[in-house]
Structures are given as C-alpha cells and as structure tokens.
C-alpha cells in the first residue's frame, strides 16, 4: 500500500461509526472520582488558551489541576511566546492563579527539523502523529515522576485532531508509566466548542488561524 493509499484509508476510516465514545467515558470517570470523594492531581497539557479553557471548566470540580505548557511545536517563537501569554492572562483573570502552570524550555528550531520528515503530510497525518506523542510522552513521564494520578491533554478539543488517535496514544502511553493513569476524553462533544468560543469571547482571547509548526504555517 503507498502512502496516499494508506492516507485514504485512514480518513475513510474516521468517517466509520465503530467509534469508541470517549466523551461518554470521561463523564463516567469523572461521575466515580467525584463518588469517591477525593479530588485528584491531574497534568493537563494545554497546547493554547482556545483549546485549554472548556476542558479547564469541565475538569475543575474533579481534579485538582496543574497546566503544562509543553509546546516547542509551535513556530516561529514570537507566536509560542504569544500563545503562553494569553494562557497565562486567563489564569490569572479567570482562575486568580489558583491553577499552577508548567512552562518547557522552548526549541522550535530542533522540532521543526525532527518533523521534516512530514513536511509534505497533509495535516492530521503521519507527521501530527508523532507531534502528538512526542509531547504526549515527554507530559506524560513528568506527571509519573511528579506523582500526578492522571495525565491528558486538551488536544481532543481540536477538531482538525483526531480524537480516536491522541486517545489511543494516550492509553498505549499509560501502559510505559507506572504511577500515573491516562484520561480518557472528547473535550469538543457536548457543546465544547460553542463554550469555548463564549470563554474566548468574554476574555477577548487570541485565536491562531494555524496549528503550530512551520508546516501547518505555510499551509494557511
Ligand atoms: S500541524 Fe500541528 S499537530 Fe501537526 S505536526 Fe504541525 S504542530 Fe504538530
């Protein structure tokens, strides 16, 4: 099978209805912490403050949250450093700082080197999958080493992501660690994006029209 081939299959794939329902699964989770009575430690990757605020509001009341700002992804610096700017004028506006942020050493240039190899990918292929787990994974080993009960990322909000993918990833990762679990979610069903687009609204937060690295720049 070439490449394009295999592309064309994975997208008529996605368009299947055997679909495991995370969304489902997450507000079941979450129903079962809150009966237990603890309030967990979760790493929540946030990629931007767009995708990041819903799944903050949803996770509250469950989890006691630290954000991890863990995006050398995100190209040129100006824009990264723009991004983390605006998440951080959200935490501070909405949540008083009462949420902790995790913010990476920054290397946009090595990144963009390593995702050469899918320069010419479409978006949403094999070059955003190893994007999703390389930052994934790196998330993923500090919430086990740091003690966190569980780790996810906000990425599933996305709709130009594929939410089957980065969950798949997710709990194949879960299998590496051995502390900490993986949330399973869905973060744009049940209205997510209209609540986000109404946080971003009232806020007056910044919305990038690309995903990150250079190649998805020059794609606009
Ligand atoms: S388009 Fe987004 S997810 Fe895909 S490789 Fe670029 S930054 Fe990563």
């Not at 489902?24 to 989770?29: I, M, P, Q, R």
Request: glycine share 4%; with cysteine; charged share 30%.
């Amino acid at each position: 099978m070439t490449d394009r081939e295999e592309y064309i299959a994975y997208i008529q794939g996605r368009k299947s209805s055997a679909k495991r329902n995370y969304h489902k699964e997450s507000l079941k989770c979450m129903e079962q912490i809150r009966a237990s009575g603890e309030k967990p430690r979760i790493l929540l990757h946030a990629c931007c403050v767009v995708c990041a605020c819903w799944p903050m509001e949803l996770l509250a009341d469950t989890f006691d949250i630290t954000l991890m700002y863990h995006n050398s992804n995100i190209w040129p610096q100006e824009e990264y450093d723009h991004r983390l700017a605006e998440l951080k004028r959200y935490l501070k506006e909405r949540w008083n700082d009462s949420i902790s942020l995790i913010v990476t050493p920054y290397d946009g240039t090595q990144y963009m080197q390593d995702l050469a190899f899918g320069k010419d990918d479409p978006e949403g292929w094999k070059r955003c999958f190893w994007c999703y787990e390389k930052r994934m994974d790196e998330c993923f080993r500090y919430a086990d080493e740091n003690g966190y009960d569980w780790f996810t990322t906000v990425m599933t909000f996305s709709r130009q992501k594929d939410s089957q993918k980065l969950n798949e990833i997710g709990l194949k990762l879960q299998q590496k660690y051995t502390h900490t679990k993986y949330f399973c979610s869905d973060f744009k069903k049940a209205d997510g994006q209209v609540r986000s687009n109404a946080i971003c609204e009232e806020y007056n937060l910044y919305k990038q029209n690309y995903c990150g690295c250079i190649y998805s720049l020059r794609s606009e």
